[in-house]
């Protein structure tokens, strides 16, 4: 059996049809019928059976479609592992994030230098508006952001996975008479003054501020201005569980980061990891994701 035998076979299955698969690899579906029948010839046995309905597999082919797939996934990882090994020293891989993410991604790359001291990481903070313009229009290996899942879904060029529903939460200083409560809800915030990062007063964040009448008193691009800001004044900033629970100020007790809820509910955001279509991830790609995911689900 010959490796692109391996592959028209399980190719002809999935697709259920020879032309479907022939067209997909490349080829003609007469090139694929006979390299078929001459695996047949030598096993001994039918794989197929072929009808106007359809190309569908006998059940002793079907025995040697599973083995032919499971090979195939074995190459592939091989594959995978190989290019790794070879360009370790020069794996450089770029992300971008949304700002929520700031923590758990600096506890992420302490421990992905750790056990690959070769790997290079550049990381590029964005609001969560410009990420989608970034993806589309900009070589990123994968970015990491809270967004819809109906957005996602109408994007045609990406790949997603969720990494965390996270509730939401607010941020507040010691000096704020919202600190000492165990969760917040709309009549707590109502007319309170807010930080916003960036643009998301107009993002998703948007719609709990104009319900609550909050009156945005500044905003800024810089984490470490917005933090000093709710140390230092009486206002708050809605951010997320995950993100917020590992921010130093908060381990500290310095600000206090507190779930909102509404109509006695928590309040929900979940947090993606996406990257290009055309873009396969690599084993370091994966295994960075991997430990975002666990450091923020901990």
């Not at 594959?79 to 994030?97: C, G, P, Q, R, S």
Request: aromatic share 10%; glycine share 2%.
């Amino acid at each position: 059996m010959k490796f692109e035998q391996m592959e028209y076979i399980v190719s002809v299955a999935n697709e259920k049809s020879m032309n479907k698969a022939a067209e997909k690899l490349h080829i003609t579906s007469s090139g694929i019928s006979q390299s078929i029948s001459q695996l047949e010839n030598e096993l001994g046995i039918t794989i197929f059976n072929r009808s106007k309905k359809g190309t569908v597999p006998t059940e002793e082919g079907k025995i040697v479609i599973k083995r032919a797939s499971e090979v195939l996934q074995i190459i592939s990882k091989l594959n995978e592992e190989l290019f790794d090994y070879k360009n370790t020293k020069n794996i450089h891989l770029k992300v971008v994030a949304a700002p929520t993410f700031a923590s758990v991604l600096q506890q992420a790359l302490n421990r992905i230098h750790v056990e690959h001291p070769n790997v290079t990481i550049e990381i590029e903070e964005k609001a969560p508006p410009l990420i989608m313009e970034t993806i589309r229009h900009t070589e990123y290996d994968f970015c990491f952001f809270p967004q819809d899942l109906e957005v996602l879904e109408s994007e045609k060029n990406i790949n997603y996975d969720l990494i965390r529903t996270d509730r939401v939460h607010v941020i507040v200083g010691i000096h704020s008479p919202l600190f000492h409560f165990d969760y917040v809800t709309q009549s707590d915030v109502l007319n309170m003054d807010t930080g916003c990062y960036s643009i998301y007063s107009d993002y998703y964040y948007s719609k709990l501020i104009k319900k609550n009448n909050n009156k945005i008193k500044i905003t800024t691009n810089s984490i470490n201005i917005l933090t000093e800001a709710v140390k230092e004044q009486n206002l708050f900033v809605y951010s997320h569980e995950s993100g917020a629970k590992l921010h130093p100020d908060i381990l500290s007790g310095i600000i206090k980061s507190i779930p909102y809820k509404e109509n006695d509910d928590y309040v929900y955001k979940d947090l993606w990891v996406i990257y290009p279509k055309n873009k396969n991830l690599t084993n370091i790609s994966k295994k960075f994701i991997e430990i975002v995911k666990e450091i923020a689900t901990q």
